[in-house]
Protein backbone atom coordinates (compact mmCIF):
# COMPACT_ATOMS: atom_id res chain seq x y z
CA UNK A 1 0.00 0.00 0.00
CA UNK A 2 1.33 3.25 -1.04
CA UNK A 3 2.30 5.84 1.36
CA UNK A 4 1.27 9.54 0.77
CA UNK A 5 3.86 12.02 2.01
CA UNK A 6 2.41 14.96 4.03
CA UNK A 7 3.35 18.57 2.99
CA UNK A 8 3.95 20.88 6.14
CA UNK A 9 1.21 22.91 6.83
CA UNK A 10 1.70 27.06 5.77
CA UNK A 11 2.55 28.87 8.54
CA UNK A 12 -0.93 31.18 9.64
CA UNK A 13 -0.75 34.76 8.53
CA UNK A 14 -0.67 35.62 12.11
CA UNK A 15 2.50 33.93 12.78
CA UNK A 16 4.40 35.19 9.90
CA UNK A 17 4.45 38.36 11.09
CA UNK A 18 7.52 39.27 13.07
CA UNK A 19 7.46 40.17 16.54
CA UNK A 20 7.92 43.83 17.05
CA UNK A 21 10.83 44.10 18.80
CA UNK A 22 11.04 45.04 22.49
CA UNK A 23 11.12 49.02 22.55
CA UNK A 24 13.97 49.97 25.37
CA UNK A 25 12.34 52.03 28.11
CA UNK A 26 14.05 55.66 28.27
CA UNK A 27 15.65 56.40 31.93
CA UNK A 28 16.18 59.32 33.52
CA UNK A 29 19.31 61.05 34.54
CA UNK A 30 20.38 60.28 37.74
CA UNK A 31 20.43 63.55 39.97
CA UNK A 32 23.42 63.91 42.12
CA UNK A 33 22.26 63.70 45.75
CA UNK A 34 23.28 66.64 48.00
CA UNK A 35 24.61 66.00 51.54
CA UNK A 36 23.73 67.52 54.10
CA UNK A 37 26.43 70.20 54.47
CA UNK A 38 26.00 70.80 50.51
CA UNK A 39 22.38 71.73 51.51
CA UNK A 40 23.21 73.70 54.03
CA UNK A 41 26.10 75.78 52.37
CA UNK A 42 24.03 76.68 49.41
CA UNK A 43 21.31 77.48 51.64
CA UNK A 44 23.73 79.95 53.65
CA UNK A 45 24.58 81.82 50.18
CA UNK A 46 21.36 82.20 49.20
CA UNK A 47 20.12 84.03 52.65
CA UNK A 48 23.62 85.78 52.37
CA UNK A 49 22.83 87.50 49.04
CA UNK A 50 18.95 88.20 49.92
CA UNK A 51 20.45 90.03 53.39
CA UNK A 52 23.18 91.55 50.83
CA UNK A 53 20.12 92.76 48.40
CA UNK A 54 17.90 94.18 51.76
CA UNK A 55 20.96 95.99 52.87
CA UNK A 56 21.69 97.72 49.39
CA UNK A 57 18.07 98.73 49.67
CA UNK A 58 17.78 100.12 53.10
CA UNK A 59 21.06 101.86 52.03
CA UNK A 60 19.49 103.51 49.08
CA UNK A 61 16.24 104.74 51.04
CA UNK A 62 18.18 106.05 53.87
CA UNK A 63 20.76 108.29 51.79
CA UNK A 64 17.11 109.19 49.58
CA UNK A 65 15.51 110.19 53.08
CA UNK A 66 19.19 112.26 53.97
CA UNK A 67 18.99 114.28 51.00
CA UNK A 68 15.16 115.28 50.79
CA UNK A 69 15.75 116.44 54.81
CA UNK A 70 19.03 118.07 53.67
CA UNK A 71 17.16 120.08 51.22
CA UNK A 72 14.95 120.61 53.21
CA UNK A 73 17.62 122.45 55.32
CA UNK A 74 16.55 120.10 58.55
CA UNK A 75 20.21 119.01 59.34
CA UNK A 76 20.08 117.62 62.54
CA UNK A 77 17.26 114.78 61.16
CA UNK A 78 19.66 114.49 58.32
CA UNK A 79 22.71 114.15 59.83
CA UNK A 80 21.20 111.22 61.34
CA UNK A 81 20.39 109.38 58.16
CA UNK A 82 23.47 110.31 56.42
CA UNK A 83 24.49 108.66 59.50
CA UNK A 84 22.73 105.51 58.95
CA UNK A 85 23.47 105.29 54.71
CA UNK A 86 26.87 106.01 55.43
CA UNK A 87 27.32 102.15 57.47
CA UNK A 88 25.99 100.54 54.62
CA UNK A 89 27.35 98.18 51.96
CA UNK A 90 27.82 100.36 48.95
CA UNK A 91 30.89 102.21 49.35
CA UNK A 92 30.39 105.48 46.77
CA UNK A 93 27.32 105.73 48.53
CA UNK A 94 28.76 105.33 52.18
CA UNK A 95 31.51 107.83 51.29
CA UNK A 96 28.78 110.52 49.69
CA UNK A 97 26.63 110.01 53.08
CA UNK A 98 30.23 110.47 55.68
CA UNK A 99 31.05 113.98 53.66
CA UNK A 100 26.76 114.76 53.99
CA UNK A 101 27.04 113.99 57.28
CA UNK A 102 29.82 116.35 58.57
CA UNK A 103 28.26 119.06 56.58
CA UNK A 104 25.10 118.80 58.48
CA UNK A 105 27.34 118.67 61.99
CA UNK A 106 28.90 121.94 61.31
CA UNK A 107 25.54 123.42 60.54
CA UNK A 108 24.30 122.39 63.68
CA UNK A 109 27.32 123.24 65.40
CA UNK A 110 27.66 126.46 63.99
CA UNK A 111 31.67 125.64 63.45
CA UNK A 112 33.69 128.40 61.92
CA UNK A 113 34.75 127.46 58.24
CA UNK A 114 38.65 126.11 57.88
CA UNK A 115 39.62 124.77 55.13
CA UNK A 116 42.32 122.93 54.29
CA UNK A 117 41.42 119.24 53.03
CA UNK A 118 40.08 118.36 49.98
CA UNK A 119 37.03 117.17 52.20
CA UNK A 120 36.82 120.92 54.00
CA UNK A 121 36.58 122.29 49.91
CA UNK A 122 34.16 119.85 49.35
CA UNK A 123 32.08 120.27 52.29
CA UNK A 124 32.17 123.97 51.91
CA UNK A 125 31.16 123.82 48.47
CA UNK A 126 27.98 121.77 49.08
CA UNK A 127 27.14 124.23 51.60
CA UNK A 128 27.31 127.06 48.88
CA UNK A 129 25.17 125.00 46.07
CA UNK A 130 22.89 124.58 48.67
CA UNK A 131 22.95 128.05 49.59
CA UNK A 132 22.71 128.64 45.50
CA UNK A 133 26.18 130.58 45.98
CA UNK A 134 26.82 129.41 42.66
CA UNK A 135 30.19 131.04 42.14
CA UNK A 136 31.82 130.34 45.58
CA UNK A 137 30.65 126.71 45.52
CA UNK A 138 32.38 125.94 41.97
CA UNK A 139 35.66 127.44 43.77
CA UNK A 140 35.71 125.03 46.22
CA UNK A 141 34.53 122.32 44.42
CA UNK A 142 37.11 122.77 42.02
CA UNK A 143 39.66 123.23 44.53
CA UNK A 144 38.54 119.62 46.42
CA UNK A 145 39.38 118.44 42.66
CA UNK A 146 42.30 119.37 42.41
CA UNK A 147 43.26 117.97 45.81
CA UNK A 148 41.81 114.47 44.80
CA UNK A 149 41.37 114.60 41.29
CA UNK A 150 39.73 111.02 40.95
CA UNK A 151 37.28 111.90 43.82
CA UNK A 152 33.81 110.73 42.00
CA UNK A 153 31.63 111.96 44.66
CA UNK A 154 33.16 115.48 43.93
CA UNK A 155 32.90 115.01 40.35
CA UNK A 156 29.41 114.16 40.75
CA UNK A 157 28.97 117.41 42.84
CA UNK A 158 30.82 119.50 40.57
CA UNK A 159 28.83 118.09 37.68
CA UNK A 160 25.68 119.28 39.38
CA UNK A 161 27.19 122.37 40.32
CA UNK A 162 28.00 123.24 36.34
CA UNK A 163 24.53 121.97 35.09
CA UNK A 164 22.89 124.26 37.58
CA UNK A 165 25.59 127.26 37.26
CA UNK A 166 24.39 126.88 33.26
CA UNK A 167 27.60 125.61 31.87
CA UNK A 168 25.96 122.56 30.19
CA UNK A 169 29.48 121.00 28.95
CA UNK A 170 31.30 120.97 32.32
CA UNK A 171 28.60 119.58 33.80
CA UNK A 172 28.21 116.76 31.32
CA UNK A 173 32.14 116.29 31.30
CA UNK A 174 32.45 115.76 34.87
CA UNK A 175 29.59 113.19 35.59
CA UNK A 176 30.92 110.94 32.55
CA UNK A 177 34.13 111.20 34.82
CA UNK A 178 32.36 110.53 37.82
CA UNK A 179 30.42 107.44 36.21
CA UNK A 180 33.39 106.11 34.79
CA UNK A 181 34.90 106.33 38.29
CA UNK A 182 31.99 105.05 39.59
CA UNK A 183 28.93 102.91 37.12
CA UNK A 184 26.28 103.92 39.90
CA UNK A 185 26.54 107.37 39.73
CA UNK A 186 24.48 107.12 36.25
CA UNK A 187 21.89 105.27 38.35
CA UNK A 188 21.90 108.24 41.49
CA UNK A 189 21.67 111.01 39.08
CA UNK A 190 18.74 109.51 37.52
CA UNK A 191 16.75 109.46 41.21
CA UNK A 192 18.14 113.15 41.84
CA UNK A 193 15.17 115.98 41.14
CA UNK A 194 18.00 118.41 40.19
CA UNK A 195 19.91 116.02 37.32
CA UNK A 196 16.78 115.18 35.53
CA UNK A 197 15.42 118.89 35.99
CA UNK A 198 18.44 119.76 34.21
CA UNK A 199 18.32 116.88 31.58
CA UNK A 200 14.89 118.14 30.30
CA UNK A 201 16.85 121.33 29.03
CA UNK A 202 20.66 119.77 28.13
CA UNK A 203 19.55 116.95 25.75
CA UNK A 204 24.03 116.29 25.80
CA UNK A 205 23.09 115.42 29.54
CA UNK A 206 20.05 113.36 28.91
CA UNK A 207 22.46 111.66 26.49
CA UNK A 208 24.58 110.88 29.88
CA UNK A 209 22.25 109.59 31.97
CA UNK A 210 20.15 107.54 29.11
CA UNK A 211 23.30 105.61 28.25
CA UNK A 212 23.93 102.13 29.66
CA UNK A 213 27.76 102.42 29.12
CA UNK A 214 30.15 104.49 30.52
CA UNK A 215 32.61 106.55 28.53
CA UNK A 216 36.03 105.63 28.55
CA UNK A 217 38.65 108.05 29.88
Avoid at 101 to 114: E, L, P
Wanted: aromatic share 4%; with cysteine; net charge positive.
Amino acid sequence: MATTKKTPAAPSAKAAKAQPAARAVPTKPLVPVKSASELKAAAALEAAVAQGRAALQLQMKQWEQAVQLFTQKKYKMAEVRFGEAASGPAAHIADKARSYAQICARKTQGSDVNLHTADDHFNYGVERLNARDMEVARKHLDQALALEPDAEHILFTLALCCGLSGDGIAACENLKRAIALEPRNRILARQDPEFMALAQQLPALRGVLAAENSDSY
